[in-house]
Nanobody, 116 residues
């Protein structure tokens, strides 16, 4: 079983920054991909960014140039640095990891609210 614990959400004004952190623990040999998803009120969940164990990254078009994802393989953590935040970034952000064994796991979510 894999546990993902997120931290770092909160309330920030438009143009501000936040950093989300997610730590994975449990029984697994490796973590292939770690990433962040978000779900805004009334919308479907969408991928924000992902990073492989080798460091390859992928971002949603809406956050490119503003968000940066990184990970520490030794500590099984993934970070999401969010800059130039916009009100439309308001959502619950979920950490995601694909481990071996274990498959896909999700964190409990952390609220990010950007005021205009």
């Amino acid at each position: 079983q894999v546990q993902l614990v997120e931290s770092g959400g909160g309330l920030v004004q438009a143009g501000g920054s936040l950093r989300l952190s997610c730590a994975a623990s449990g029984r697994f040999f490796s973590i292939n991909v770690m990433g962040w998803y978000r779900r805004a009120p009334g919308k479907q969940r969408e991928m924000v960014g992902s990073i492989t164990s080798g460091g390859s990254t992928n971002y949603a078009d809406s956050v490119k140039g503003r968000f940066t994802i990184s990970r520490d393989n030794a500590k099984n953590t993934v970070l999401l640095q969010m800059n130039s935040l916009k009100p439309e970034d308001t959502a619950v952000y979920y950490c995601n990891a694909y481990t071996y064994p274990g498959g896909t796991s999700w964190g409990q979510g952390t609220q990010v609210t950007v005021s205009s």
